[in-house]
């Protein structure tokens, strides 16, 4: 289209190019991450969690959604700029979901670490993210106020608050893998060459 041609003819100064591949590498490479830690959550959780046919409720999160079907069709820079906010919402939340899962499965410090991982690397390609919107004079709209709707989801220690709990874990770490797939696909079309 019309637009990906205009996203991808920027020109790039070599220090902002090198900026791009960058942050699009560490993009894929928590891609990568993501799945494994969607993986490793699912194993933990006991059943019905990994069961096929398994269809857990999608239950609403405060201040992050996966990305709209209209992502695609936006400018670069307003999708890097939409990338950033979901980034700089999800170490908090990643975070929230790691001290849960301390409390019921504390013999699973792999996951935790994972998890605690995932928070620090989220965090750092947030930042790159912004970094590369500054340089290209589209800075990122202020910070995101973290999410405290959550906390009694997460705390509740009734049985269906602890499945409540996993089941927002689980999403939580789905939207991590759904957004940073995403800004590796938005980043890619910037990358001189790249495709999304």
Do not use: M
Not at 41 to 49: A, M, R, S, T
Not at 87 to 105: G, K, M, T, W, Y
Not at 131 to 138: F, I, N, Q
């Amino acid at each position: 289209t019309e637009d990906h041609q205009t996203d991808s003819s920027f020109s790039f100064l070599p220090h902002l190019e090198a900026k791009i591949r960058q942050t699009h590498n560490l993009a894929r490479l928590l891609t990568k991450y993501a799945d494994q830690l969607l993986e490793e959550y699912v194993q933990q959780q006991g059943e019905p969690f990994g069961l096929p046919g398994f269809s857990p409720p999608r239950l609403p999160l405060a201040g992050l959604s996966g990305p709209a079907p209209s992502h695609a069709g936006l400018p670069v820079s307003e999708r890097l700029r939409q990338d950033a906010a979901a980034l700089s919402a999800l170490p908090a939340l990643l975070d929230a979901v790691r001290r849960r899962q301390a409390e019921l499965n504390p013999r699973a410090p792999r996951l935790l670490r994972s998890l605690e991982d995932a928070a620090r690397q989220v965090r750092a390609l947030g930042a790159a993210v912004e970094t590369v919107l500054a340089a290209l004079g589209a800075a990122a709209r202020g910070p995101v106020p973290e999410p405290v709707a959550t906390s009694a989801l997460f705390t509740s220690n009734s049985a269906a608050g602890v499945f409540s709990a996993k089941v927002l874990g689980l999403h939580v770490c789905g939207l991590y893998g759904e957004w940073v797939s995403r800004t590796e696909g938005d980043l890619g079309q910037l990358v001189p060459g790249g495709v999304a």
